[in-house]
């Protein structure tokens, strides 16, 4: 029996003292810490005539979320005083301007922080002599002010001057056809460049462009050399960020999202601080029918990226919409319409219109969508389709999406979603047999987000159908299965 001054533990004691000391160490372990912020800007890179500045951007960033695991946007100038005030004063903003001199690379890069700036300090500038593009990379790697935590720079930079310019050429481009014009310097830059994962992303991403327009350009086995191009990429940098959100895209779009949510969900471990991530959660999670981990990882990538949130410019998010909060849907749509003011956007903002029952406004928008040279065309289409709706050419409009749907019978890559747009319309316009059979197609195609099958008033005549019941059990049971595996915790960092 121990004195009334004794310090002697029971040995029970001490084993539940290091059991607590051993949690409070691995809650310390597994908590990441905080990303650091950077902000690039809209920079001009010339490339004899040709401005290859989106391409550096975009290396830059990969650079930068992959060595150093940092947080990055991109906006297209300055943010103003009272966005600034609102970043973490230690972060990053970033631009540059250069020209190349033969195959040299000549770069100034700049860079500041909200500090500096509001105390009217001048921005950090590092310049060089015209090199070669490998020793002007590794000196900026060596200068920026970020800690690098790896160390896989020769898997993201080219060794070959020419190589390397032929890679911001290629990372420079936006759209699809160019992207599907582009295929075959992508194919032979990465043949030449094969550990250089940048360049295998490039590849991936101008394939999976092409499987919107026209795939027979592309070569046979398109879907199987597209998700080869992500896959080697993948394996060179595991969790490479934009290599995981263009891979996971595609699978979505496949009908593959289990697939797809585990690659982000592996990513998202590595590296918690890249916002594209989420968004490729969101996408596959709306498509399955998980809504509440959609609206959190959407929420989580608000607060990585700020006062400079932005819509994504790969696609319209109808999280929101799936959730039936069309205050907050509204709001993503006008926040992309700051970005693009496409056939997209306009067809939102009139199918908007037209679930709050506002008839003239949503035929204002379909006919702005429908105009000649509206980009993207099936959007364009699409607005068509819901323009003889509204009009009441009902005949007229069955006609134009019977041709829709045979032309995206043709491409190689389904997206369940879109399928499923194509069901309300012939819901809409009094085809419940051809709407039972598009909406049939989107479950087999990978779209089931049980809640909007159920609640979208445009597909009520379907939900008339004698096959109705089969197609909601069917969907009930494939999204409480993935609930099980990919619950709304699943992918907190």
Not at 109 to 133: D, V, Y
Request: proline share 8%; glycine share 8%; with cysteine.
């Amino acid at each position: 029996m121990s004195s009334p001054g004794s310090t002697s533990f029971h040995p029970r004691a001490w084993v539940l003292l290091a059991l607590v000391a051993l949690g409070t160490v691995a809650v310390v372990l597994q908590k990441p810490a905080p990303a650091d912020r950077v902000l690039i800007l809209a920079s001009s890179l010339d490339d004899q005539g040709k401005d290859v500045g989106p391409g550096m951007e975009t290396l830059l960033s990969d650079c930068l979320e992959v060595l150093a695991g940092a947080t990055v946007t991109h906006v297209a100038a300055l943010p103003p005083p009272a966005a600034l005030n609102q970043l973490p004063p230690e972060a990053h903003l970033l631009r540059f301007q250069g020209r190349r001199e033969e195959n040299r690379l000549a770069l100034i890069l700049e860079w500041t922080t909200p500090a500096r700036l509001r105390s009217g300090q001048p921005w950090i500038q590092e310049a060089g002599p015209g090199e070669s593009p490998w020793e002007v990379m590794d000196r900026v790697l060596r200068h920026w002010p970020l800690p690098l935590r790896h160390r896989l720079q020769d898997r993201l930079i080219p060794r070959a001057a020419p190589h390397f310019w032929l890679l911001l050429e290629g990372l420079s481009i936006r759209d699809d056809p160019t992207a599907t014009r582009h295929l075959a310097a992508s194919q032979q830059l990465a043949e030449s460049e094969p550990g250089c994962a940048t360049a295998w992303t490039a590849l991936g991403d101008h394939l999976y462009r092409s499987l919107w327009v026209k795939p027979e350009e592309a070569g046979i086995g398109l879907n199987s050399r597209t998700h080869r191009a992500f896959e080697k990429a993948h394996n060179l940098v595991p969790g490479y960020p934009r290599a995981t959100f263009l891979w996971s895209l595609m699978l979505t779009d496949t009908g593959n999202q289990s697939h797809a949510l585990k690659l982000l969900k592996d990513a998202i471990r590595l590296r918690p601080g890249t916002p594209d991530l989420y968004l490729g959660i969101a996408y596959a999670g709306r498509t399955s029918g998980l809504l509440e981990g959609a609206r959190r990882t959407l929420a989580r990538r608000s607060s990585l990226i700020g006062p400079t949130v932005s819509p994504s410019s790969w696609f319209i998010e109808t999280t929101y919409l799936y959730l039936g909060d069309q205050a907050a849907f509204g709001e993503e749509l006008a926040r992309a319409g700051m970005l693009h003011q496409d056939a997209s956007v306009l067809f939102y903002k009139g199918y908007l219109a037209l679930l709050q029952g506002n008839r003239p406004q949503a035929l204002e928008c379909m006919v702005a969508g429908s105009g000649p040279g509206m980009e993207p065309p099936p959007f364009r289409d699409l607005c068509r389709v819901y323009r003889a709706y509204l009009e009441g050419k009902l005949e007229q409009g069955l006609l134009q999406l019977r041709e829709i749907d045979q032309l995206r019978g043709k491409l190689r890559i389904p997206d369940g979603e879109w399928t499923f747009k194509e069901a309300e319309a012939y819901s809409l316009l009094g085809d419940r047999d051809l709407g039972m059979d598009c909406a049939t197609r989107a479950f087999v195609q990978g779209f089931s987000c049980a809640t909007w099958y159920e609640t979208s008033p445009f597909l009520e005549k379907v939900r008339e159908h004698p096959q109705w019941p089969m197609l909601r059990r069917n969907l009930r049971e494939r999204q409480a299965m993935l609930a099980g595996s990919f619950p709304p915790s699943a992918f907190s960092p």
